[in-house]
């Protein structure tokens, strides 16, 4: 078996889907394979993203059948510790229960008018309080249509991940995820996403250092299920995926055993 330079993540998105009882049960029924899965490969890191008020139930779930590299994230957090901010959670809070925040999101820039100064300080707060930032950057339709994916993402990666400490800046893990490719059926081509996610290192090693940009996981999100994981995965720049609708479907379990059988050739 080879060693890959980054371990793969797999990550599942699960929007605003399953409360409670669902995301105990769906966890429950996945579980099993998944584990089966990642006990077998070892450079492989799962992680569920359950709506915030799930979260509890799918750790119970977890701790009951406790597999290694299967952790649980959260789909957002405020950036401050505690205080008067009616809805949000924390970062301590998320911590009690999850390793992993997905943070700027595109459905976050897009419907709760987050900006990349936001994401940033969210970011920051993530790392300070040892929870791995999954930070979303990504194009809209238009400036994919217009050519300026490269302007955006130079912008989005200056604003939205400067300032990370040194020490810690190994935990990041940021996902390239094509606006237009979210929820629409049409992923990006795994060359066209290879090349955004290689600018996106390019621009990281210069923020922080080649070691730092050689260690970077940088994921692909979009459209992404069992029939086209493989493509992406078989992409050296490719770390992994961030997986929305797929990931609340028994096909989630097939994406990682796809990733696995890339992966180990
Ligand atoms: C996402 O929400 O991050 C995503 C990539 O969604 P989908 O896989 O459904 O395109």
Redesign the pocket.
């Known amino acids: 078996m080879t060693t890959p330079t980054r371990t793969a993540i797999i990550a599942g ?1 699960w ?1 605003m889907h399953y409360g409670p009882s669902l995301a105990t049960s769906f966890t429950h029924e996945i579980l099993p394979r998944l584990g089966e899965l990642v006990q077998q490969y070892p450079h492989i890191l799962c992680i569920l993203c359950p709506p915030a008020i799930s979260l509890l139930a799918v750790r119970e779930a977890l701790v009951a059948q406790p597999f290694p590299r299967i952790e649980l994230g959260a789909q957002n957090m405020y950036f401050e510790e505690k205080g008067a901010f009616t809805g949000e959670i924390s970062p301590t809070m998320v911590r009690e229960l999850c390793s992993a925040v997905i943070l700027g ?1 595109s ?1 976050r820039r897009t419907y709760f008018g987050e900006t990349d100064e936001l994401v940033n300080k969210k970011a920051r707060a993530a790392l300070k309080h040892n929870l791995r930032p999954i930070v ?1 950057i990504g194009e809209n339709p238009e400036e994919h249509e217009a050519g300026m994916t490269e302007q955006v993402i130079r912008f989005q990666v200056q604003y939205s991940l400067s300032h990370f400490p040194a020490q810690q800046v190994k935990e990041v893990v940021i ?1 390239y ?1 094509p606006i237009w ?4 059926g049409k992923a990006a081509t795994p060359a066209g996403a290879g090349q955004v996610i290689q600018l996106i290192r390019q621009l990281f090693a210069h923020m922080y250092g080649s070691e730092a940009a050689s260690t970077l996981r940088i994921l692909y ?4 299920t069992s029939d086209n994981i493989s493509e992406f995965i078989a992409h050296p720049d490719i770390d992994g995926a ?6 609340i479907k028994p096909d989630f379990v097939e994406i990682v055993h796809k990733t696995i059988e890339v992966m180990r050739q």
């Open positions: 998105n929007k999101h459905e979303c996902a995820e490719a979210i929820g629409t999100g979009g459209s992404v961030l997986v929305g609708g797929a990931s």
